[in-house]
Nanobody
């Protein structure tokens, strides 16, 4: 069993930055895939980025590639999402998710655990 708690959301101007954190309790080490998803009002939850246990070769959605960076600190049971050059279209509730699987990591249906979400609003 794993519990996930996100933090770090808030209001930021276009072009600004935020760093989200996702801290896990429970069996974090067995979670191979740690992902971030987001959901804007009236839209489906969409994939943002995923990182594997090793921390190597994360996969990003095209919409955030080059602007967002994911990292994982297994000693602190925490995954970070650094978001730079934020745009109004990045506004959404951001969710952290975890899975023990090692494939299909961009499919939200394979994730076993979800956090409660943190709101990110990009607006002037």
């Amino acid at each position: 069993q794993v519990q996930l708690v996100e933090s770090g959301g808030g209001l930021v101007q276009p072009g600004g930055s935020l760093r989200l954190s996702c801290t896990a309790s429970g069996d974090f080490v067995s979670m191979n895939g740690m992902g971030w998803y987001r959901q804007a009002p009236g839209k489906e939850r969409e994939f943002v980025v995923v990182i594997r246990r090793s921390g190597s070769s994360p996969s990003y959605a095209d919409s955030v590639k080059g602007r967002f960076t994911i990292s994982r600190d297994n000693a602190k049971n925490t995954v970070y999402l650094l978001m730079n050059s934020l745009k109004p279209e990045d506004t959404a509730v951001y969710y952290c998710a975890a899975t023990s699987l090692n494939y299909g990591l961009m499919d939200r249906n394979i994730y076993d655990y979800w956090g409660q979400g943190t709101q990110v609003t990009v607006s002037s």
